[in-house]
């Protein structure tokens, strides 16, 4: 039995490789086998089910991740402007290929996939540091596309939504411009439980500092785990930032719809909900400048 499982382990392995290995992004942004031979199609059999979505049990990866690691194995534009929207937005115009909501750490991808329909004419961009997750959310997408593709009932196309691979604690300022997004969302990442770990928080004073320069002014960052350390932890780092003020949760449930969403449709999320967790959230408002405390204000409120 042991040697019969080596032998599914080592298959799985190569059809993953011979899948990854035919994978090109042409220069006018579309992404196509570029080898259909034996070896990929026999990938594909392997990888997707027969309407074209990934397998996720053939995607899984560890959930823990050290963002703070040297790799080199990044490619990211020198700046935000020169950045190659088109390979990930083909069917968008170019005027109109300005990413405005971010889902960092988006794993499966499930609440990317919901905010692209919930907001048709905004660009979501789903960002993660592990491949096997954004390359099943790159095959989840544009199996989407494909499915949608000639139905006239008004259903989403799903043409606005894309993924990236990128460390975003390092990264983001090679992809987006000041005030370019209009929602960011947190939701359910690691929590590095070890104290000497939570310099690896994707949520912290100088990160926070850094979102704020890309979220417009009374834009929105989203925040949700299933570990109340964790909320606690995000909800005194945003609360105590001079750039972002709290908005009430009854609020925000109420009128923005993306709220409910982060709380429904993520991977992480629906797992919890079945085993009968607790999810704990925080929305934030992005300050407008005349909002902003002067610095002898906020150097007051620090020690107060």
């Known amino acids: 039995m042991a040697s019969k499982a080596r032998v599914g382990k080592r298959k799985l392995k190569q059809a993953f490789a011979n899948h990854i290995g035919a994978i090109a992004q042409s220069e006018d942004g579309k992404a196509a086998v570029s080898k259909a031979d034996d070896k990929t199609s026999a990938a594909a059999a392997v990888l997707l089910d027969a309407n074209n979505f990934p397998k996720k049990r053939f995607f899984r990866s560890r959930a823990h991740c050290n963002p703070l690691s040297h790799n080199d194995g990044f490619e990211y534009p020198l700046e935000a402007g020169e950045a190659n929207w088109k390979v990930h937005y083909p069917q968008v115009p170019e005027k109109d290929r300005v990413v405005r909501i971010l889902d960092i750490g988006m794993g499966f991808g499930g609440l990317t996939v919901e905010l692209a329909r919930l907001f048709p004419d905004k660009l979501v961009l789903g960002m993660e540091i592990r491949a096997k997750l954004c390359e099943y959310v790159r095959l989840r997408i544009e199996a989407l596309r494909l499915e949608h593709k000639d139905k006239e009932d008004g259903s989403p196309k799903y043409q606005n939504a894309a993924c990236l691979r990128s460390n975003c604690m390092r990264y983001l300022p090679n ?11 947190f939701c359910f990442p690691d929590p590095h439980f070890k104290a000497k770990n939570h310099r690896r928080r994707i949520v912290s004073h100088n990160l926070l500092s850094e979102y704020a320069y890309f979220i417009k002014p009374n834009g929105r960052l989203y925040t949700i785990t299933d570990v109340k350390e964790l909320h606690e932890w995000h909800v ?46 925080a929305v934030y408002r992005r300050r407008e400048m005349h909002e902003l405390p002067t610095m002898e204000e906020y150097a007051k409120s620090l020690f107060s």
Do not use: W
């Open 175 to 185: 992809f987006f411009e000041q005030g370019q997004i209009e929602k960011m969302f």
């Open 236 to 281: 005194e780092k945003c609360s105590n930032h001079p750039y972002f003020e709290r908005i009430p949760d009854e609020e925000v449930l109420r009128d923005d719809p993306a709220v409910q969403a982060m709380i429904d449709m993520t991977e992480e999320g629906i797992k919890v909900e079945r085993n009968k967790g607790n999810k704990h959230f």
